[in-house]
């Protein structure tokens, strides 16, 4: 398995609450997006990194990927917890939160778990997917029919998150999984990739370029380009 990553800044930020995982012994990724002022996103995503790679340092691989989404929701639950206690404890920190996206690749099965709007994509034979849904107000405005899909990028409820980790005590993950094929990749993003290109852009780009690390940096480059107005987190993996 090929793997390239980055992380940014991006243009307006003072800081970087984007943080990211890449365990490829254990075949463990994660992307986290911390929200939350005076620096709480940055602690919020700090975290939920620090705490699961803890947490699976305690495992061994083979444990993970023998049960990957009870350890990994078990992992994110855990992280949680901690997460909305320092919340509590600390008023400056007060409803600091976190997304996450985290995948498991063992062999050729791809198992995922997400919470708030950092996304997994796979990109097969030329066509990009999906695979998350984001836990967003406008997501759910769509799904209830009080708003059109295509008007749900530009939605003032957009970024407003319906799930976030130490957001609530207990926490509500979604999982996924799937078969993976040799040449598949594996896209994980925060939604500061996302919210600068369009799906058929990412594909575009994945596209023109059969070298991962030319791929990560052609998408950043076109997401600055287009403003860079948030982090921009993005793990790439090719089977």
Request: with cysteine; glycine share 8%.
């Given at each position: 398995?090929?793997?390239?990553?980055?992380?940014?800044?991006?243009?307006?930020?003072?800081?970087?609450e984007?943080?990211?995982?890449?365990?490829?012994?254990?075949?463990?990724?994660?992307?986290?997006?911390?929200?939350?002022?005076?620096?709480?996103?940055?602690?919020?995503?700090?975290?939920?990194?620090?705490?699961?790679?803890?947490?699976?340092?305690?495992?061994?691989?083979?444990?993970l990927?023998?049960?990957p989404?009870?350890?990994?929701?078990?992992?994110?639950?855990?992280?949680?917890?901690?997460?909305?206690?320092?919340?509590?404890?600390?008023?400056?920190?007060?409803?600091?939160?976190?997304?996450?996206?985290?995948?498991?690749?063992?062999?050729?099965?791809?198992?995922?778990?997400?919470?708030?709007?950092?996304?997994?994509?796979?990109?097969?034979?030329?066509k990009?997917?999906?695979?998350?849904?984001?836990?967003?107000?406008?997501?759910?405005?769509?799904?209830?029919?009080?708003?059109?899909?295509?008007?749900?990028?530009?939605?003032?409820?957009?970024?407003i998150?319906?799930?976030?980790l130490?957001a609530?005590?207990?926490?509500?993950?979604?999982?996924?999984?799937?078969?993976?094929?040799?040449?598949?990749?594996?896209?994980?993003?925060?939604?500061?990739?996302?919210?600068?290109?369009?799906?058929?852009?990412?594909?575009?780009?994945?596209n023109?370029?059969?070298?991962?690390?030319?791929?990560?940096?052609?998408?950043?480059?076109?997401?600055?380009?287009?403003?860079?107005?948030?982090?921009?987190?993005?793990?790439?993996?090719?089977?």
């Amino acid at each position: 398995m090929d793997i390239a990553y980055i992380s940014d800044i991006g243009l307006l930020r003072k800081r970087n609450e984007d943080h990211y995982l890449v365990m490829d012994k254990y075949g463990l990724f994660i992307v986290c997006d911390g929200m939350g002022g005076h620096k709480g996103g940055e602690i919020a995503s700090t975290l939920a990194v620090e705490n699961i790679e803890e947490y699976m340092l305690t495992l061994s691989a083979n444990s993970l990927w023998e049960e990957p989404i009870s350890i990994l929701n078990a992992a994110i639950c855990k992280a949680n917890h901690l997460i909305w206690l320092q919340g509590q404890e600390n008023p400056e920190w007060h409803e600091m939160g976190t997304t996450i996206t985290a995948a498991v690749i063992n062999k050729k099965q791809l198992s995922a778990a997400n919470v708030g709007d950092s996304s997994l994509y796979m990109f097969r034979n030329g066509k990009l997917k999906k695979i998350t849904r984001d836990h967003t107000l406008a997501e759910k405005m769509v799904a209830d029919g009080l708003l059109k899909n295509e008007d749900k990028k530009n939605s003032g409820y957009n970024h407003i998150l319906t799930r976030a980790l130490g957001a609530q005590e207990d926490v509500l993950i979604d999982n996924f999984e799937h078969r993976l094929y040799a040449g598949d990749l594996v896209l994980l993003c925060s939604d500061g990739l996302t919210d600068m290109l369009e799906n058929n852009e990412i594909e575009s780009i994945l596209n023109q370029n059969d070298n991962l690390e030319n791929s990560i940096n052609t998408l950043l480059e076109a997401a600055l380009k287009k403003g860079g107005y948030d982090n921009i987190t993005i793990i790439l993996l090719r089977i």
